[in-house]
């Protein structure tokens, strides 16, 4: 299974190892099933009650962009691995990819409840930056997160995003209601986010 790795990322001080790479369709549909737990709505501000047979909704939901910047280009969506053996617990995309001002938007869900805020999405997000500005030569990775959602908030801010903008009721909820997102970059002329964690 080792051909399908794409990215791996450790975190020295706990020998915590994480794996981001590409998924095949039952590990698509896997996140699907996992995707169903109502909290993810207030988080994520879409709604991820999808059918297992409904990937390419999936994808188009999770690629979603928000940032003036983006535009509509072809995500990477990858998988989250703490084995290549096992299922994924969440995915990592990279979306709305503007390759004239090298810039994308990022998104990280760990999905599986037990595996939430024991520094996973942490690990995920600064691997798939260091891949964004190391290997696809990007110069600016940015994230538009609920202004609600203050743990992804501090994921960004610990992985060295800034925040440049709050977009005052700019994203359409589930429920209608308008909700307000922060707007956050990282720049690659920042040092590695690995040379931190390790």
């Known amino acids: 299974m ?15 190892r994480l794996f981001l790479a ?7 549909q896997h996140l699907i099933k996992l995707a169903q737990d109502p909290l993810l ?11 297992e047979h409904e990937i390419p ?21 990858l998988g989250v691995y703490l084995s290549l053996d096992d299922l994924p617990i969440g995915y990592a995309v990279l979306k709305g990819i503007n390759s004239q001002l090298k810039t994308a938007e990022v998104g990280i869900a760990v999905l599986e409840e037990k595996y939430r805020t ?13 891949y964004a500005f190391d290997e696809l030569g990007l110069k600016i990775v940015a994230a ?43 720049h690659s002329s920042l040092s590695s986010t690995t040379d931190r964690f390790e």
């Open 2 to 16: 080792t051909e399908r790795v794409i990215l791996e990322q450790q975190h020295k001080p706990t020998r915590t």
């Open 22 to 28: 590409s998924m095949p369709e039952k590990h698509l």
């Open 41 to 51: 709505v207030d988080l994520m501000g879409w709604s991820p009650f999808f059918q």
């Open 57 to 77: 909704q999936f994808i188009e939901a999770i690629s979603c962009y928000a940032l003036p910047y983006s535009e509509k280009s072809e995500p990477i969506v």
């Open 118 to 130: 024991k520094g996973y999405g942490r690990l995920g997000l600064q691997r798939i930056v260091d």
């Open 144 to 186: 538009a997160i609920l202004a609600s959602n203050q743990h992804s908030i501090n994921m960004c801010n610990k992985t060295g995003f800034k925040l440049k903008q709050v977009l005052a009721k700019s994203w359409e909820m589930p429920d209608g209601e308008l909700a307000d997102m922060f707007w956050m970059e990282r």
